[in-house]
């Protein structure tokens, strides 16, 4: 008889309650982030953040690292001379507990008109209450599953979820009203445009699991992309998002384990390698009949990809942006 594995997240770090501060702080200075804060007749506290609220860079920053369990840094730098004037910078040195068991978009969260009493209702749910419910396989496979007194969720929606949602994420996450923060992040905000740009670092260890890459030999990441103008149309906002990280996401992933995992992974990784790179992610969408799963799963990686292994001291790399397709759907003649 073999023995077990262990799990591929072996810490007894706890997203939710780290991240905490964080949610205060994009509670607390509501006004100069430009989001609406208010609590529902149960007590649930609700962050508007691009509804009805504008919404900021600034908040969708903030936002970005509630969505990593405070334990990855986002930032924006100046970087013109890269064919655009600005850009995200994500770090973590926990990527696979920040980026797969807490930023991932992974919780399906769905609701019939007849639930509703109205419009269906669907979201994917992003952020540190995701592992207070692990509904998701991943959560086994990782060994993973936080216990706290309090949770949040970040939710890519337009509207405010239906009560029978809300009763769904209380029951999964064992939670009390008052200790559930729901934060909404329309993709055609600018929280919602900065926290979806904010992913690339995920997207690329999303993509390394996804080729078979051993998620525990993953010990730190850096990445960038461009940040797009927001735009008002829903589809466009979503795919200048996806462009922004399939075409201008630069990522550094330091690994430990073979070399030969590591160079392949380099060659793998890039959204390069997809039959259909080099078309705009909307167009793509539209072709696809605007379902996901159509979409060559090879393509939801970043553009640029180096691989340094510390075991070896030997770095690869793979992939490369292509700024001038970006420039073509994003920049307006003179």
């Known amino acids: 008889m073999s023995d077990p594995q262990p799990p591929l997240l072996n810490c007894t770090l706890g997203v939710n309650e780290h991240v905490a501060p964080w949610v205060e702080r994009l509670c607390g200075e509501a006004d100069a982030l430009r989001v609406k804060v208010r609590h529902d007749e149960r007590g649930v506290r609700i962050v508007d953040a691009g509804i009805d609220a504008p919404g900021s860079i600034a908040a969708g920053l903030l936002v ?10 986002v930032t924006l730098k100046s970087a013109a001379a890269d064919g655009w004037p600005t850009w995200l910078e994500v770090r973590s040195s926990q990527p696979v507990l920040a980026c797969l068991a807490s930023q991932y978009a992974g919780w399906s969260l769905a609701a019939t008109k007849e639930e509703t009493g109205g419009k269906k209702f669907f979201a994917l749910g992003s952020g540190p209450a995701r592992a207070l419910a ?37 029951r999964d996450c064992g939670l009390a009203p008052a200790a559930l923060t729901i934060v909404l992040t329309p993709t055609s905000s600018a929280t919602g445009t900065t926290q979806v740009v904010a ?23 850096v990445a960038s992309a461009p940040l797009p103008a927001p735009s008002p149309d829903g589809v466009e906002a979503m795919g200048r998002t996806n462009d ?15 070399d030969d995992a590591a160079q392949a992974l380099a060659a793998k990784l890039s959204s390069r390698n997809s039959r259909d790179f080099g078309q705009s992610f909307a167009d793509i969408f539209k072709g696809a009949g605007y379902d ?22 030997r770095t690869w790399h793979g992939g490369a942006p292509d700024m001038a397709l970006l420039q073509r759907l994003w920049l307006q003649p003179a």
């Open 64 to 73: 970005g690292e509630i969505c990593m369990g405070g334990f990855g840094s």
């Open 134 to 170: 692990a509904k998701e396989a991943l959560f086994e496979e990782l060994g993973y599953r936080d216990r706290a007194a309090r949770g949040v969720i970040v939710l890519e929606v337009d509207r405010v979820p239906p009560p029978v949602v809300v009763d769904k994420l209380l």
């Open 199 to 221: 992913r690339v670092l995920e997207v690329a260890l999303h993509q390394a699991h996804t080729l078979g890459f051993a998620l525990g030999d993953i010990v730190d990441g």
């Open 244 to 258: 922004a990280i399939l075409y201008g996401g630069r990522v550094h992933l330091t690994v430990r384990g073979s």
């Open 292 to 313: 996901f799963y159509k979409i060559d799963p090879a393509l939801f990686a970043p553009a640029e990809v180096w691989v340094s292994n510390i075991a070896s001291g």
